[in-house]
């Protein structure tokens, strides 16, 4: 299979590690993520409406990355 090399670039291994990576703190929170991507990639299998799940999980992404109001404004578009 030939690939185009715009569709998938090259990313060198520095550049990744300047990536502000968060992971959750607790096992628990975890728990929380795994769960609700199961949930959402179900719900997406049955065409179903995920957007109250979506948000669940921006929210679980904001307080990872401890993001005030004003950043998720931006984030949202909602300036």
Known sequence: ???NPDVFPYI????????PLKFPK???DELKFES???KITEMKRNNEDTTNELI???????????LTDE?????EGNE
């Open 1 to 3: 299979m030939i690939t």
């Open 12 to 19: 060198k291994g520095i550049h990744l590690k300047k990536l």
């Open 26 to 28: 607790s096992k628990a």
């Open 36 to 38: 609700l991507v199961l």
């Open 56 to 66: 669940k999980l921006n929210q679980l992404v904001y307080k990872i990355y401890e």
């Open 71 to 75: 950043e998720i404004k931006i984030i």
